[in-house]
């Protein structure tokens, strides 16, 4: 069986690089292990939003071109990172959710633990902050949680945001809804993660015809005339953006919702809007497989063997390699060594097993297996033993030479990355007229 | 005789992903899910087996939640073994009814016009819900009235003439209830030049016997299978079944979960669509005239499970003309004999709701399934005739 091209990983990347090749119009098949790191991130887009020296970056795209030579966007330059965000929006919107950033610029975003982080683009319920002065016309906020649900700490918020410089003078309401007065009706209450909490509040409050209407008036209650309303992000998975912003008509009220501890409904969201529409494209996504290894012939990937099909193997003229860092198992690690663990490629150097991490985990310094990752050429291919494969493309988490934590920018490399490499194919496919059926 | 001590529940990492996809969960709130219900469950069970759940009983055993988990965690798997080791099977005789597929077969098949016309009557189905719980609104399956193996008997001196033979493990469905997609199967691969053999004896491959905690009947059925996979594949390339939870089973679950080692034939047994896909792929495919269909397809939860969509899919874009779309991969709610039974009735009804919405917007001519439980419940709930896949290629052989 042949393919124009497979991707490895169903995260950020694999999904932006596979909706980029079916809507090219090519056979296409994404391969994924198990759900990526969405169903745990926040559910904005970080481009690039702190510097080497801590400092908040403004313009994202302006900043590129003061990153390290073997940064991934420094390959892409600041023109195809942007083109790339276009695209991700446009099939986002198409999608059924509008995500928005305010111009070049990046905006701040609240954290569930009261932190506030640079970000570009963002879901309608999450509400923007500006990045130079985030607390600018607010005066009071409340931080509300509905009571019992403990995967939301609102004193905890509280605190955080108080602990920046800017939030001084605003004043802090920290308030419960109680279970009963919105109707709820849970086996253990203290045992829901934000996932269940949102299939009660469908099951028993909303689908009610006075459910919307009891819900804002307990906001109201808890919240008085705060100037920002924070809430876990409890609500709803697929239209949560809806709701909020049929609350904030029912209230008056500003409203902002907060990712909680996974699973993230917000982040759950984007990954199936982005599912849905690949398959709306004609894309076949293969779920709960692994990649185990490939067969490659003259500096080229011919096909791959899978876990569930191992005596079968796929066939492709390219492939992209999107199965993210440590947390998904793109990458693995011993004492002694980095690997990738699908393919065995060649990583960015890892160095001595003691400099990898600081001895402090959150000291604020970042650490050295931040930036491990494969090493790619200009065109994002990597190498084994030292030679490029060149109809395989790395893209997202995988990646080496990057930090995206420390300089918040995750989101936007897996996106640039994965629209880079499906470009590529689509470019080479072109130039060729054989088809692959 | 299960595995007591296997602990890798633990590489959970608590992340609730399985519960995102567990289509139960999200239906009845009052299962706590994957999650609790597996490897959170199971450390305090290990612990203390009373702190055993009631709950558990909710679980189909979809297999949904091992697809999803970053971790690798087999969380179905895990509830399964959970609920037969501390007795949380009720095995009544409907579950006996439900789960002896073969047995009911047998017994059903050779009055299959008298036994299809009662089972269909109101009074005959109130009284199955009223004494065994077998809710009325369901349509129950019907009997063949000759048998998938009777009709092969004839045909089995055609087949010995091919050069190249498979082994086909009918199922009890195939044979007892509908043999249409075994017949289709046969003349596809005859069309490929490969004959069709059976076993000389087969068994239920026990899914429904695992499901309602027969697991005893289920092992005893396993090994007998793979005694006569040993001996019939002396003579033919492999094993191949059309129906995607005997699949799963034959290959997966029977050392997973029964603990029966099939390691010497697990490599030779061949879900159908994979067998012809890659046999399409060598260049072994027959001539196919066009086929101007559209229709809709649903995947089989236990085919996701097993790795078998893509093999599918393949076979499907195959057929000149036809136009395939693909519904969202969500759950149809039967899950064999779970939805059959009266309390789980409106939840098995609401999972599918999702699938039957989609199937009616459409508008397609056909629904194309590969799996007979699903077949029943879009049959029941939408306005369209489903079809297995095969159905559609020998349709199309010329
Ligand atoms: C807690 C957390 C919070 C985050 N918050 C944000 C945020 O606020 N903003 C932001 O921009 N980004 C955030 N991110 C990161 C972001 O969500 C992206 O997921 C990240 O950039 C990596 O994307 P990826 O596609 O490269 O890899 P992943 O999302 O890690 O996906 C990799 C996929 O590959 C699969 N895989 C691995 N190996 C194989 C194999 N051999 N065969 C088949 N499949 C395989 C895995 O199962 C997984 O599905 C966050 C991440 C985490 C963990
Ligand atoms: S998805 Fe896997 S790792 Fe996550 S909670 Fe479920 S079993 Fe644990
Ligand atoms: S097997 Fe299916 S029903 Fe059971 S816990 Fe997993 S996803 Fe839920």
Known sequence: MKYNSIIIGGGLAGLTSAIRCAEAGLKTALISAGDSALTFASGSIDVLGIRQNNSLV??????ISHLPSGHPYQKLGAGQVKQSL?????????????????????????????????????????????????AAGLRRVAIINIAGFRDFQPALVAAGMKKH???????????????????????NAYELRSLEMARLLKRDLFSQPKGLTIFASAIQKAA???????LPSVLAVENGNELISQLEAHTGLHICELATLPPSLPGMRMANALRQRYRELGGLLLEGDEVLSGYFDNNKLNSIKTRLNPSMP??????????????????DSNQSSLTDKTFNLDVVEAGQREQWSNERFLNGHQHGFSYFGIETNERFNPYQNGKAITNLYCAGGVLGGFNPVAEASAGGVAISTGWFAANQIIAQRSGSSGTAK | MLNLINTSFDNCIKCTVCTTRCPVAEANPDYPGPKQAGPDGERLRIKNPELYDEALKHCTNCKRCEVACPSGVHVGTVIQLAKAKHGGFKKGPREFMLSHTDLMGSLSSPAAPVVNTVTRLKPVKKLLDKTLGIDERRTLPKYTGQTFRSWFNKQSGTQEQFKRKISFFHGCFTNY???TVGKHLVSVLNAMNIGVSLMKKEKCCGVPLIANGFFDKAR???ELNM???ARSLTETECVIATEPSCTMTLRDEYPEVLDVDNSEVKDRIFFASAFIAREFARGNQPDMKPVKLRVAYHSPCHLIKAGGVIHTMELLNSIPGLEVIMLDQKCCGLSGTYGFKKENYSTSQSIGQGIFDQIEALGVDYVVTDCESCKMQVEMNTGHTVLHPLTLLAQSLT
Do not use: C
């Open chain 2, 227 to 229: 005694n006569q996979f």
């Open chain 2, 177 to 179: 209830n509908d043999p």
């Open chain 1, 224 to 230: 008085g005339n705060a100037d920002l309303v924070v």
């Open chain 1, 314 to 331: 796929l066939e492709a003229d390219h492939f992209i390699l999107a199965t993210g860092s440590f947390f998904s198992r793109g990458l």
């Open chain 2, 220 to 222: 005893k059925n396993a």
């Open chain 1, 86 to 134: 276009h695209f991700f929006t446009g099939q986002m919107a198409k999608a059924g959710i509008q995500m928005s950033s305010h111009g070049q610029q990046n905006h701040s975003r609240l954290t569930a633990l009261g932190a506030i982080r640079p970000t570009w683009l963002s879901q309608p319920g999450t509400k923007a902050l500006s990045i130079a002065a985030p």
């Open chain 1, 58 to 63: 403004q313009y994202p795209f302006e900043e």
């Open chain 1, 165 to 187: 410089p800017e939030f001084a003078g605003v004043e802090f309401t920290v308030a419960d809804i109680n279970a009963e007065t919105v109707n709820i009706n849970a086996r």
